[in-house]
């Protein structure tokens, strides 16, 4: 590994962890040159996933370019591990479904769902931009659309609580006698 400070190669691994739940190691590194120290991190490489853009064109999946987008929508309401989190999510699904090959309008749909559950004002942001939405009408029918479903989760959270006895007399159990 090169060393970032001066450019030589003999470098050694002073210690490694691993990191994202074992998904990556990070390694911090000593450069035997300048003494300079730098931290690295590893992932096991599969199969490249393709992103077909909207004019047809075709660019490697990036983790960065999809965190920097989503960060930028988020507006520093999700935390890096939560956007990570996020991405490791997407990226396996995709891995999952065995398609080479994705549409980035796919990729922004599954940010979108996972964005809804996990924090409405980053979804609404990001959507803003992913959809290129100019028109007002069309941010208020999504606004709408959020709403209709915070108060839908809401209505299926309190029809699954228990309804509790309030003015009924209290049940009273027999005691045991003790022996």
């Known amino acids: 590994m090169r060393c970032p400070s001066c450019g030589r190669t003999d470098t050694r691994v002073i210690d490694s962890r691993e990191a994202d739940e074992g ?12 003494g300079g120290r730098f931290t690295t991190q590893e992932r096991a490489e599969s199969a490249r996933i393709q ?3 909207r004019d047809g064109s075709r660019q490697e999946f990036d983790r960065r370019k999809l ?4 960060g930028k929508g988020a507006s520093k309401q999700l935390t890096r591990q939560q956007i990570t989190a996020l991405i490791d999510d997407i990226e396996t ?3 999952q479904s ?8 796919h990729v922004g749909e599954m940010v979108l769902e996972r964005l809804a559950s996990l924090d409405p004002m980053s979804y609404l942001r990001f959507k803003i931009v992913y959809a290129r939405m100019d028109d007002p009408d069309a941010l208020y029918d999504e606004l709408a659309h959020l709403v209709r479903r915070r108060e839908d989760e809401r209505g299926r959270g309190l029809a699954e ?4 006895p309030i003015g009924a007399p209290p049940a009273v159990t027999p005691r045991r006698k003790r022996r």
């Open 51 to 53: 992103v077909t853009k």
């Open 23 to 34: 998904a990556a190691i990070r390694r911090r590194r000593a450069c035997d040159g300048c």
């Open 98 to 105: 065995g398609a080479a090959e994705v549409p980035s309008q």
């Open 161 to 164: 609580q228990i309804a509790l």
């Open 67 to 70: 965190a920097s987008a989503i």
């Open 93 to 95: 699904t995709i891995r």
